[in-house]
């Protein structure tokens, strides 16, 4: 079994900076029937398939970050979190777009979200740069890539999977998809749904081309758990990974908690439904957590001691 230090992580995807205006709120404005905040903190963090990334390095893990920004601020500010955190950039700085940013206001001890101001550019990544980008790094040794499709822009032509697979056909690709997407996703290993998106696959009529085309659907159903679906024999070979109730703080990120610890444990040579259930009980313990939280080497290493007669 590969031991986390000798795991290498290619995350594709849409990137974003969640920044973090947290205050108190005593009073109504004068000027207007709102509260006023009363801010004492500002932080940022990254989000969108950033937040896949922080995952798999606080787990301990080596990981790559390819993504689109623009020529800006918040670009600079992208690349300079993920050396923050140890994570190799592979930034496709586009001249003219606009990087994306999410500020959230947020108030008390649960910081609980009031407002949210959106700045994003959803023009499709050209596909030309993106590849000319892979293969830039053609030479790794890439242990899985795994996608975390926020329909940004970045995952939008049914080329990019093909020639992933050419040009590292060594890694496993897992994704986090949109539903509209889903036929861009073809021969893909796995796709990691939530409960919402899984019915609106079936509502867009794709079933069939997953049942074809994608060996498993890692169904994630929040407080109910996980659902993992082997494909090829659908609906008579599912299994239910339930879970304990918790008081949820934030369910923000529990998807990309479980796609970041489905690539660690395949990686390592993990069975599919334990990596499932390892997945399930850290996505359960970052909905405990206030923010948008990520799993924590130890936490990890806790779980999969748990599970260790089924590795």
Request: proline letters at 0%.
């Given at each position: 079994m590969n031991s986390l230090k000798d795991i290498n992580i290619l995350v594709l995807g849409d990137i974003m900076l969640d920044r973090y205006i947290c205050g108190n709120v005593s009073r109504i404005s004068p000027e207007a029937p709102v509260p006023v905040v009363e801010v004492f903190n500002e932080y940022c963090n990254l989000g969108g398939c950033g937040n896949v990334v922080r995952n798999i390095r606080s787990i301990g893990v080596n990981c790559s970050c390819l993504a689109a920004v623009g020529n800006d601020s918040i670009?600079?500010?992208?690349?300079?979190?993920l050396n923050n955190i140890g994570a190799r950039s592979m930034m496709l700085e586009i001249e003219g777009r606009q990087s994306t940013l999410k500020e959230r206001i947020v108030a008390g001890h649960r910081q609980i979200q009031m407002l949210r101001v959106d700045r994003e550019d959803l023009a499709p990544v050209n596909s030309t740069l993106l590849l000319r980008k892979l293969t830039e790094y053609k030479t790794e040794n890439f242990d899985a890539i795994l996608i975390s499709d926020y329909d940004k822009g970045m995952i939008n032509d049914v080329i990019l999977i093909d020639s992933l697979k050419s040009i590292f056909p060594n890694a496993f690709i897992l994704v986090d998809p949109k539903p509209k997407n889903i036929p861009l996703y073809d021969s893909v290993m796995m796709i990691t749904p939530n409960e919402k998106e899984f019915q609106e696959i079936k509502d867009r009529g794709y079933l069939p081309f997953v049942e074809k085309h994608i060996p498993y659907v890692l169904e994630t159903q929040g407080?109910?758990?996980?659902?993992l679906h082997e494909l090829y024999t659908f609906e008579q070979n599912s299994e239910n990974i339930p879970t304990d109730p918790v008081e949820v703080f934030n369910v923000s990120g529990a998807g990309?908690?479980?796609?970041?610890?489905?690539?660690?444990?395949l990686s390592r040579g993990i069975k599919v439904l334990t990596a499932a259930k390892i997945a399930n009980d850290c996505a359960?313990?970052?909905?405990?957590?206030?923010?948008?939280?990520?799993?924590?080497?130890?936490?990890?290493?806790e779980s999969v001691m748990k599970h260790k007669n089924d590795l």
């Open positions: 670009g600079k500010s992208i690349t300079q979190e407080r109910k758990g996980m659902t990309d908690c479980v796609l970041a610890v489905m690539g660690v444990c359960h313990y970052v909905v405990t957590q206030v923010g948008t939280s990520v799993i924590s080497e130890n936490k990890f290493i």
